[in-house]
């Protein structure tokens, strides 16, 4: 198995490789009472072409509002201090707000983590999985009724013409985030960003949803940043790490290296608080 291999950030960086996503320095402000304090430090990241990036830490951690900034979604009370965000060749924090609209589903889409939430109750489930397609291409969202069907196929969920014509409540929780997914999917995006997808899944369907995001990247190369707090699921999920504390990266590696040589302490911690985890055999054993 070389999947190991073919993601390897350093041959990407040998080969001069792009990346699909770079934070530089990024510095997020949140105001109380009309203080700015600083709750985001100095944070730099990149996600490589076709790879999986994990940003692990405790609740808390800056994790949200870093991909949040990345999105330019952040919530009103924060802003960006300093930074800079690249999107390929795109400097992120320099569009305009139409722009920004383009560039969210087409090159970058945000799966969340509570899919029950963010499905709208009252639209039948293929029509909200195309409606970015309609409204990217400006036609009417029944002209994209197979891309909707299609897509619920890449995701895995049975009878999708049937399925499609379903309301979020007729699915299961898997169900649901599949079909978040889907709509991620929609426009074939460069970068998927993913804030805790799993969390409200049982372990099975959890298990599941990790392994078809992993199968979306090995069959489109699309690349995936994925925000957990359990270091599990990067055992099985990611190429490489960022270890998040109190607003800062404290550590980052590849996901072999984290786990076999975990350098800081705070990484330590965490690798003793998940006991399954102690074999290092573990990823090789998934
Ligand atoms: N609505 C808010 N009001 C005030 N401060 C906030 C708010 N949201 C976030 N913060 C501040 O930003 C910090 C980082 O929050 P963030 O949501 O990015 O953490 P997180 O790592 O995603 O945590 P979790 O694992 O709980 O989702 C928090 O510790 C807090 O200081
Ligand atoms: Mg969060």
């Known amino acids: 198995m070389s999947v190991e291999n073919h993601h390897d950030r350093r041959v990407h960086e040998e080969e001069g490789k792009r990346p699909t996503l770079e934070v530089r320095d990024l510095n997020i402000e949140f105001s109380r009472r009309r203080?700015?304090?600083?709750?985001v430090h100095d944070v730099s990241l990149?996600?490589?072409?076709?790879?999986?990036?994990?940003?692990?830490?405790?609740?808390?951690?800056?994790?949200?509002?870093?991909?949040?900034?990345?999105?330019?979604?952040?919530?009103?009370?924060?802003?960006?201090?300093?930074g800079s965000v690249m999107l390929g060749d795109v400097d992120v924090l320099a569009q305009s707000d139409k722009a920004m609209r383009d560039l969210r589903g087409n090159r970058m889409a945000l799966i969340p983590q509570d899919a029950m939430q963010s499905l709208n109750p009252?639209?039948?489930?293929?029509?909200?999985?195309?409606?970015?397609?309609?409204?990217?291409?400006?036609?009417?969202?029944?002209?994209?009724?197979?891309?909707?069907?299609?897509?619920?196929?890449?995701?895995?969920?049975?009878?999708?013409?049937?399925?499609?014509r379903a309301f979020p409540?007729?699915?299961?929780?898997?169900?649901?985030?599949?079909?978040?997914?889907?709509?991620?999917?929609?426009?074939?995006?460069?970068?998927?960003?993913?804030?805790?997808?799993?969390?409200?899944?049982?372990v099975t369907v959890q298990a599941q949803v990790l392994k078809l995001l992993r199968d979306i990247r090995d069959a489109s190369g699309t690349s995936i940043l994925f925000i957990t707090h359990d270091l599990g699921v990067v055992a099985e999920l990611c190429d490489w790490v960022y270890v998040m504390r109190h607003g800062r990266i404290v550590e980052q590696?590849?996901?072999?290296?984290?786990?076999?040589?975990?350098?800081?302490?705070?990484?330590?911690?965490?690798?003793a608080a998940t006991p399954s985890l102690h074999s290092p055999l573990t990823k090789e054993a998934i």
């Open 46 to 82: 990149k996600v490589m072409p076709g790879e999986i990036v994990g940003v692990i830490g405790e609740s808390g951690s800056g994790k949200t509002l870093s991909a949040l900034a990345a999105l330019r979604l952040l919530p009103k009370q924060a802003r960006v201090a300093k």
């Open 169 to 202: 409540h007729q699915f299961s929780g898997g169900m649901q985030q599949r079909a978040m997914i889907a709509m991620g999917l929609a426009l074939a995006p460069d970068l998927l960003i993913a804030d805790e997808p799993t969390t409200a899944l049982d």
């Open 35 to 39: 203080v700015w304090t600083s709750v």
């Open 122 to 164: 009252t639209m039948r489930v293929g029509l909200q999985v195309a409606e970015p397609i309609s409204l990217h291409r400006g036609t009417p969202l029944k002209s994209v009724a197979a891309a909707a069907v299609k897509l619920l196929e890449t995701v895995g969920i049975t009878l999708p013409e049937l399925r499609a």
């Open 253 to 271: 590696g590849s996901v072999a290296r984290i786990f076999t040589d975990p350098r800081q302490d705070y990484t330590q911690m965490l690798l």
